[in-house]
Structure formats: structure tokens, C-alpha cells
């Protein structure tokens, strides 16, 4: 979560996993461990009661999982791919709801290890399975897969353009690709933005206009967005209050220097995603052949 990236440096598949590796549990403590995404804090339906603001990041990470599965909504049997699965809760979710076959992929190695222990015992657990995998070189067969998604995964790519030419081949014609993305608002100071890169070990966002122009060129059909900034500013807010609430328990876990690093960032951060940053839905289609 405080790896060194800076300005226009994008992070390699392995600096990515190595993010993960070593700080997972701190983005479990001040974003939520029941996944590893945004959470939905403003849902349509009525308010549910929590007892505490982590109580709320997982319910609101469970939520925009169910949202999610069912914006797919893949058909019974058919094989998905999770591109960026996180810990496995919201692969396994999908396969339970849905009744298909998913297949997840990280580059984090204590990512993967989690994902098969909830693997182990869970009722869809056999429909399930989980791997290594580099989202921008991906190792399946072209169309080998009948939908795909990707949460809060692509913006760590190097390569955007890249990952979704990936996802692209290993689909099957009239398959679907759905995917959550930030993208930038207005001009940032350099300080904001690179609160941003270095503590989620991502390049730097862009406009909404390029990603548009990545995902023509890459030869999808635009078939669904919808606008989800809200849940990303207020998970923004919730991180900064959960990183100072919990920052003694930080700083027993991971020690002086690592909370010195972050201190600085996170109110940068804060001001970055509050007024920077818009956060999308988008469900992609390959056309037939």
C-alpha cells in the first residue's frame, strides 16, 4: 500500500503483488476484509444497521458484490473469468448466485493462499478455482471463457490498453466483460496525485474520454455504464477515518516507519478522491463473429 510509485511510473505485475502481499491486512483494516473493492455505502434499498465502521465497509463491500453479480448475471454452467480476485469472496459469491463456473486470478501470492482457504468449505467451492495470473498476458485460450469481470483490478495495470485486449481474446464471441474503473476529474496537485499512485501502487488515472477510446480499440461494445463516484468518495473518507482510528493497531502490525510513510499520504489521498476522482461501472460486449 506505500510502495514507491511516483508520477508517470507504472507499476509492474509484481510490484502490484508485492503491494499486496505485504500490506493486505492493512487495506483489510481500513478498507474492509470481506473483499478487496469499493463497497456500495449508498445502496437503493433501506438502511441496515451496523454496529461499527468496519461492520459497514463489509456490508457495503457485500452489497456492491451482490450488485455486481447481478449486473453479469451470467448464465447456470457457463465459465467466467475473475480477473483481479482479490481474497475469493466475491468469485465465490458469483458462482453460488449464479450457478457458473469462475475461474480467479491475482498477482498476489497471500491473496491466493486466502482465496483457497475460503475456497475449502464453501458451497460453491467446486465450481471454483483460483490462480496466478498476470491480467495483462493472460495464460487461456482465446474465447475460452463466456463472461469475464474485474473489480477494482484494472486500475493497477500498467497497461490498460493491454488488459483489455486480453480480455477481449480469451472471451467467446457475444461474451461480456464488466469492470469497475476510476477515472480523473479536474486537475489534481502533484501531491494529491501521487497520494493516490503510491498508495494503491497504480499509474496514474485519466480521463474518462481515453478509457472510451481504449475500449473501442480494443474491439468491445460499450453495453452498460453507470456512475458510482459516491461510493468511492465515501469509501475515500471511510479509509482515512479507519487509518486514523486504527493507527496504533497499524503501527504494532506493520511498525514506525511504514506509518511515518503513509501519515502524509492519506489526507492528499482524502482531498484526491473527494475531488478528483469518478468511479465506473461498465459492462462491455465482443460482438458475434
Not at 80 to 93: H, K, M, S
Not at 237 to 263: C, F, P, W
Amino acid at each position: 500500500m506505500t510502495a514507491d510509485v511516483h508520477g508517470g511510473t507504472a507499476p509492474t505485475p509484481d510490484e502490484v503483488g508485492a503491494m499486496y502481499d505485504k500490506y493486505g491486512d492493512m487495506l483489510a483494516m481500513t478498507l474492509g476484509s470481506s473483499a478487496v473493492h469499493i463497497g456500495m455505502y449508498l445502496p437503493h434499498e433501506a438502511h441496515t444497521r451496523v454496529a461499527s465502521l468496519v461492520d459497514l465497509a463489509d456490508l457495503a463491500q457485500d452489497r456492491q458484490t451482490e450488485f455486481l453479480v447481478e449486473a453479469l448475471d451470467p448464465a447456470p454452467g457457463s465459465r467466467v473469468l475473475d480477473i483481479g480476485c482479490g481474497t475469493g469472496a466475491p468469485a465465490l459469491r458469483l458462482a453460488e448466485r449464479a450457478g457458473c463456473h469462475v475461474t480467479g486470478i491475482t498477482v498476489s501470492r497471500s491473496q491466493l493462499a486466502r482465496c483457497q482457504e475460503r475456497r475449502q468449505d464453501h458451497p460453491a467451492g467446486g465450481r471454483v478455482e483460483f490462480a496466478y495470473g498476470n491480467a495483462m498476458a493472460l495464460e487461456y485460450p482465446d474465447a475460452s471463457f463466456d463472461a469475464a469481470w474485474s473489480i477494482d483490478c484494472v486500475p493497477h495495470l500498467s497497461d490498460r490498453a493491454q488488459g483489455l485486449r486480453e480480455a477481449w481474446r480469451v472471451l467467446r464471441p457475444g461474451g461480456r466483460f464488466l469492470f469497475t474503473e476510476f477515472t480523473l476529474r479536474g486537475t489534481p496537485t502533484e501531491e494529491e496525485a501521487n497520494a493516490y499512485t503510491t498508495l494503491w501502487t497504480c499509474p496514474p488515472i485519466r480521463p474518462l474520454t481515453t478509457l472510451v477510446g481504449e475500449i473501442a480499440q480494443a474491439g468491445f461494445q460499450l453495453a452498460r455504464t453507470q456512475d458510482m463516484t459516491n461510493n468511492a468518495v465515501l469509501c475515500g473518507e471511510l479509509m482515512s477515518v479507519l487509518y486514523q482510528d486504527r493507527r496504533n493497531e497499524i503501527e504494532e502490525r506493520y511498525g514506525k516507519e511504514a506509518v511515518a510513510h503513509t501519515d502524509p499520504l492519506m489526507e492528499p489521498y482524502r482531498s484526491f478522491t473527494r475531488d478528483h476522482v469518478d468511479y465506473h461501472l461498465l459492462v462491455l460486449r465482443k460482438p458475434e463473429d
